[in-house]
């Protein structure tokens, strides 16, 4: 059973297109994240959520928006994409903040052309 | 801002003893210290985390000095699945920051 998910695996776009990634865990976890990773291999936190409550938002462009239906999920949802939002996006899930470790989930490589 | 600093790459033995340095010079009382590795292609792994104690678990081993400014992964035997990018992270109920990691080269 897959303890976090993303879909797609895969994402190829144009730039200017609206487009959302999906991240659900079955873990019964209350904290979920978003990460972007770019083509150095940084991996930089995007995003937060403690019991579907921001808790970072870090300086990201407000063409991203999570989206927190519930606390086994967190969409992220990006408008007027750039080519620079080329990168691998990482979803995570965790007990709490600060002491509890992170599952990751496979990632989503995002192509905008 | 706190930060943390590792080096570029490593390279290592077959069925050694590594040291993965890691120094955040900035952490704050309520930081722990995170150890996270990357497989190719893969979301990163859970290795290992601290707060001021050493700690150890069927992974790794995780050195913390004294003044808190640096830490230093083990791993008590690589082996050749342990060829990854090692990351070293600081978090607190507000804040997460990644290192650039470390590429480990484990030669057969």
């Known amino acids: 059973d897959t303890a976090v998910s993303q879909t797609p695996k895969y994402l190829v776009t144009q730039m200017g297109n609206d487009k959302s990634i999906k991240c659900e865990q079955n873990?019964?976890?209350?904290?979920m994240y978003w990460y972007k990773q770019d083509s150095k291999k940084f991996l930089k936190i995007m995003f937060s959520?403690?019991?579907?409550?921001?808790?970072i938002n870090e300086t990201v462009p407000n063409r991203f928006s999570p989206k927190s239906p519930d606390k086994a999920h967190l969409n992220l949802h990006i408008n007027s994409l750039e080519l620079g939002d080329s990168a691998v996006y990482f979803c995570a899930s965790s007990f709490g903040q600060g002491a509890y470790e992170q599952y990751f989930g496979p990632g989503t490589r995002l192509t905008v052309t | 801002d706190a930060k943390t600093t590792q080096p570029n790459s490593m390279e290592s033995n077959e069925e050694e003893p590594v040291h993965l340095p890691c120094n955040h010079s900035?952490?704050?009382?309520?930081?722990?210290i995170h150890w996270y590795r990357q497989l190719p292609s893969q979301g990163p792994e859970y290795v290992i985390h601290g707060l001021t104690s050493n700690v150890n678990n069927r992974m790794a081993s995780l050195a913390i000095a004294e003044d808190r400014k640096s830490s230093t992964l083990i791993l008590h035997r690589a082996t050749l699945r342990d060829a990854a990018v090692y990351y070293c992270i600081l978090r607190r109920w507000d804040k997460i920051i990644f290192g650039k990691g470390t590429r480990l080269h484990i030669l057969p």
């Open positions: 959520y403690n019991n579907k409550e921001l808790i």
């Open positions: 900035t952490i704050s009382g309520t930081d722990y």
């Open positions: 873990l019964g976890h209350d904290t």
